[in-house]
């Protein structure tokens, strides 16, 4: 037989029903709080705690920034001296021509990693803590790409500290730089929503990093990343002159060597057309998983 718990003092007693314990109305406001509830975070404060969040992942499993320290030295003292003497007479001149296209072909190339991070949550259930909590809907998305950017940002400092060291002197000085760097940035938070959606689309990280893997190999070497595009064939020059990555070197390059910038017209056309298209179809997903 059920004992009914005390009640407290000035409240209805309770009921003992067929189903157990019932507890009266009374009882149940006696119990809650009465403080003003707190209000519903906005969007963009919401969006900078799952920021946060991602940050902090990265101070317990420091190993995920080999990507964005160690990788990036090594693709550039790898490519330089592989290429430098062949195609440009020594590895200081090849160089000033390589050092913007490596730093955009590391950071568009660490962009994947955002897919997995989102399919991992997904397979532990965190998402659904997530869409049961009253915030704005995108935050945790736009959270793991707000954190990203440090890592972006992280991989271009150390590749441009790597050149400085090798001879690179770019002939934008210092605001060239950082608006090469602000460039790049940009685009890879808007490309980083394609791989959001391969990361709510696809069942494994294995799956997230071979479909990625499918699509950036020909994005970052079929570009005038490592070599001008007049020297390649015709048909070639096509795909080359029309690759989004094509246009970003072109810009980041013109920026730091303080020349004529083309092509960032088309950078932030293709940044909002990324935007535009794997925003809404990543929301859809994340809606319906």
Do not use: C
């Amino acid at each position: 037989m059920s004992t009914a718990p005390p009640t407290p003092a000035g409240t209805a007693p309770s009921e003992t029903g067929t189903g157990g314990y019932v507890p009266s109305p009374e009882i149940i406001g006696a119990v809650l709080s009465h403080a003003e509830r707190a209000p519903r975070p906005g969007a963009w404060s919401a969006s900078l705690t799952f920021g946060w969040r991602a940050m902090l992942k990265i101070k317990h499993v420091p190993e995920q920034m080999l990507d964005v320290t160690v990788l990036p030295v090594v693709m550039t003292l790898m490519f330089t001296y592989l290429f430098g003497g062949a195609l440009a007479g020594s590895a200081t001149d090849y160089l000033q021509f390589l050092l913007p296209g490596t730093m955009v072909m590391s950071v568009v190339m660490t962009t994947m990693y955002t897919g997995v991070a989102v399919n991992t949550d997904i397979r532990k259930g965190v998402f659904d803590r997530f869409r049961s909590i009253p915030m704005w809907r995108p935050a945790p998305m736009v959270g793991y790409l707000l954190g990203d950017t440090f890592r972006y940002t992280m991989a271009s400092v150390v590749i441009l500290i790597v050149g400085l060291v090798l001879g690179f002197r770019p002939g934008g000085g210092p605001v060239g730089v950082l608006l090469g760097i602000a460039v790049l940035v940009a685009f890879s938070f808007a490309l980083s929503w394609v791989w959001t959606m391969f990361g709510l689309l696809l069942r494994s990280e294995k799956s997230v990093v071979g479909v990625s893997m499918l699509v950036m190999f020909p994005l970052t070497f079929l570009s005038n990343i490592l070599v001008s595009p007049a020297t390649m064939p015709g048909a070639l020059q096509v795909f080359v002159n029309n690759n989004p990555v094509t246009h970003l070197v072109a810009g980041v390059r013109g920026l730091m060597e303080g020349e004529a910038v083309v092509g960032l017209a088309w950078v932030a056309g293709w940044g909002a057309a990324l935007i535009a298209v794997f925003g809404p179809l990543t929301m859809r997903l994340y809606n319906r998983k």
